[in-house]
C-alpha cells in the first residue's frame, strides 16, 4: 500500500468516511462473489458485457482512437470487431481477477501454466536475480501465482490504488496471497539497495508499459504514437548487470492462460541501456499485432505531448 506520508501530502488517496464505508461494503459483495464457480462468474462476465459495451460504452472513444492509430491498415469492421472483443476479454479479465480472491493452488495451476519458467530456475540455482518485463495483456493480474512454480523471491512495482482503502487492500490480498512481494512505485528508489540485500535471488516484475509523466527523458514511437516510458527497467537491469526477461502471457481458452519467458539480454551491461527498453517495446508491439483484443486499449496511454527540446528515440 502506498505509504502514510504519500497518503497525507497526495489528496488524491483520501477518503472521506461515506466513502470508505460504500467501498468497503462493495468489497465485501465482491469478497462473496469470488466464492462462485467459474461458470457462474463467466455468466455474470456475459451480463457486465451488455451493459459495458452497449449502455455504458465504457472509454468506447478511447478504445477505438487507440485502435485506429495503432492499425491504420485495419478497416471500421475490423476495428469493431476487435473493440467487441476487447470488451468481453475485459469483462472476463473483470470476474477472474475477482476470483483470485479464494481459487485455491490446484485450480490457478490449471489455469495459469508457466511453460518455460525453469529457464528462470536455472539463473537462481545460480544466485542469480532477474527483471522481468511484462505488460497489461491477457490476465496480468495471474502472474503473481508465478510463486508456486518459481524459486525466486517474486517482487512486483506497483501503482497503489488512489481513494479507495478497502479495494487496494483486497487487490493486494490476490496478489500476494501465493508469495509475491509488492513494491509502491513511489518506493522504487530502494529497490536497488533492496536486491543486492536480499537473502535469496529477486525476480523483480515491472509492467513497464504504464503511462509515464511527460517529462519523461525516455520517448519513443509507441503503436504509431510518441509515448512516454519509465526508464526505471533499464536503469535497475543496467546497474545490477541482471538478465532481462520478458513475460508473455496467451490466451488458451477462456479462464485459461500460458506463459512463456523470453530472455532479451543476458548481460545487459554489454547494450546501450536505451535498448532494454526499445527491444522491449518493440516486442510488445510485435506480440500485441498478433492478437491485439487481449491488451488494454482501454488506458489513456497516449494523453501526453512530448515536450519541446525532448528526443525521440
Known sequence: MADKKLKQTDKRYHENIFKKTINSILVGIIIAISHLPFWIL?????FIYIIVRYVVKYRYKVIIENLSN??????ETEIKKIT???????????????????????????RMKFNNID????????????????????N???NSSMPIKCKHQVSVVYNPLRGNN????????????????????????????????????????????????????????????????????????????L?????YSRKVK???????????FENPKEVDPNEILLTYIRKIEGLVSEEPAYYLWSHRRWKHTRPEGTPLL
Open 42 to 46: 463467466f455468466g455474470i462476465s456475459d
Open 70 to 75: 495503432a492499425f491504420p491498415d485495419k478497416n
Open 84 to 110: 467487441n472483443k476487447f470488451y468481453h476479454h475485459f469483462c472476463d479479465l473483470f470476474v477472474e481477477t475477482i476470483k483470485s480472491y479464494s481459487i485455491n493452488s490446484a485450480e490457478m495451476s490449471k
Open 119 to 138: 529457464i528462470l530456475n536455472d539463473h537462481f540455482d545460480k544466485g542469480k536475480s532477474v527483471v522481468l518485463l511484462g505488460m497489461h495483456y491477457n
Open 140 to 142: 496480468w493480474e495471474w
Open 166 to 241: 478497502a479495494f487496494e487492500k483486497f487487490i493486494l490480498k490476490t496478489r500476494t496471497r501465493w508469495g509475491c512481494k509488492m513494491i509502491p512505485v513511489n518506493q522504487t528508489r530502494r529497490i536497488v539497495l533492496d536486491i543486492a540485500k536480499a537473502k535469496i535471488p529477486v525476480a523483480l516484475a515491472l509492467g513497464a508499459d504504464q503511462t509515464a509523466p511527460a517529462t519523461s527523458k525516455f520517448w519513443t514511437p509507441f503503436f504509431n504514437r510518441e509515448a512516454p516510458f519509465f526508464s526505471g527497467p533499464e536503469k535497475i537491469a543496467h546497474s545490477l548487470e
Open 243 to 247: 538478465p532481462v526477461f520478458f513475460t
Open 254 to 264: 477462456r479462464g485459461m492462460y500460458e506463459v512463456d519467458y523470453i530472455l532479451l
